[in-house]
């Protein structure tokens, strides 16, 4: 248990720290699977949500950063750069039926 609501972790470890590939359970149900450095998210990642959404991203220090897809339980997606957990820049959603619209977020 710790300040960003982790309920627990199995993977590796180095002195201490959650490091290389592990996964954590989050309180909220949410799951992530990915690579750790310093006990934080870093690199590639997968969380799975409790609602059946997911998203797949570069994580750096325990947040998104970099490319990442979004992708709704019902089968649409959104794709595009995140800055600071949030959506920033171009991004490409998709709905399930395969149309595509073109979106510009800034700052979420």
């Known amino acids: 248990n710790d ?10 470890w180095m002195n201490g720290f959650r490091e290389g590939n592990g996964t954590t359970n989050f309180k909220d149900g949410s799951i992530y699977t990915g ?5 934080l998210e870093n690199g590639a990642g997968l969380i799975r949500y409790s ?4 998203l797949e991203a570069e994580f750096v220090n325990g947040k998104i950063e970099g490319h990442g897809v979004y992708r709704y ?9 995140f800055s600071d957990n ?23």
């Open 3 to 12: 300040r960003f609501n982790r309920h627990n972790y199995t993977g590796s």
């Open 86 to 108: 949030v959506l920033d820049g171009q991004a490409i959603f998709t709905r399930n039926d395969g149309t595509t619209v073109i979106e510009k977020w800034q700052n979420g």
């Open 35 to 39: 690579e750790y450095r310093n006990s």
């Open 73 to 81: 339980s019902n089968g649409d997606q959104r794709e595009g750069f």
């Open 51 to 54: 609602n059946g959404n997911e």
